[in-house]
């Protein structure tokens, strides 16, 4: 792909060291030794999405990421909920072999009541449900912490949040959706900005330490907006894996949400 890759892969089993609630466990450098976890802690996480990976490298692809990363997103998709079909649980538990950054599993599934868990029993950090498709809302969001894993609930850019907020004792994060799920490469969708704001007003109002995820056409020219809006979990695909140095990419997207947080008027 004439891409800059080398970066050194983590100890394959650091992963492993996580699993117990993912909140707040340390990370293994690639030597193997604990290092502190930026999980919970910095106001800014990065998320590099493997939708926009080459499927035939995902492991080098994942190393590529693993030191300036916080998260690696996986997005699951059953060409039922969304017109699209990728990768499934047997990928995610050989991703979690050979990686040792957290996965967070976005499911776009139908039915995700009955398969959720089975991505925190299989090793994800992070295990997001769309509100859309979801049946049983507490009973799903608590079987993915009882296995072992954040919870995460998504909205598409046409569903509201606020018929929500009761439901933020059960969530770890909240994904709110710039694109239409299904496919990468799409075109950020500004109209989510505002309803990233009354989410941020939202868990403020609360006093829950819910996490604000936004994924969709998120790179060098939204990024800046989402944090700014409220956002402080950022998933990029093509953003970071279209790049030459994918490593480099994320470091820079960094530095500027960074910037936004620090002078976004929900953080005074």
């Known amino acids: 792909m004439g891409r800059d890759s080398s970066a050194a892969q983590q100890n394959p089993t650091g992963a492993a060291d996580g699993r117990g609630g993912g909140r707040d466990h340390p990370r293994r450098h690639p030597a193997g030794t604990a290092v502190a976890s930026r999980l919970g802690i910095m106001a800014v996480q990065m998320a590099p999405s493997i939708l926009s990976a080459d499927f035939a490298r995902l492991a080098d692809e994942a190393a590529a990421v693993a030191a300036v990363a916080d998260w690696l997103h996986v997005d699951v998709m059953d060409y039922h909920f969304v017109p699209n079909l990728t990768i499934g649980l047997p990928v995610v538990e050989a991703l979690h072999k050979h990686t040792g950054l957290p996965l967070d599993c976005h499911l776009m599934i139908s039915e995700p009541d009955r398969w959720a ?55 770890d994060m909240l994904l709110l959706m710039t694109v239409e799920p299904g496919f990468g490469g799409q075109s950020f969708l500004d ?78």
Request: with cysteine; hydrophobic share 45%; glycine share 8%.
């Open 117 to 171: 868990a089975g991505y925190a029993e299989a090793g994800a950090r992070n295990v997001t449900v769309h509100a859309e498709a979801l049946q049983s809302p507490v009973r799903t969001l608590r079987l993915i912490r009882a296995a072992g894993a954040r919870a995460g609930l998504a909205v598409n850019p046409a569903s509201p949040v606020e018929p929500f907020e009761d439901l933020l004792p059960e969530l």
């Open 191 to 268: 109209i989510v900005l505002p309803k990233l704001r009354r989410a941020r007003a939202m868990v403020q109002r609360h006093g829950a330490s819910v996490w604000l995820q936004v994924d969709g056409g998120v790179g060098e020219e939204t990024i800046e907006r989402c944090a700014e809006a409220g956002a402080d979990v950022f998933v990029a695909g093509s953003a970071v894996y279209g790049a030459d140095n994918p490593a480099a990419a994320v470091q820079a997207l960094r530095r500027r949400a960074e910037q936004a947080t620090a002078r976004a008027s929900w953080q005074r």
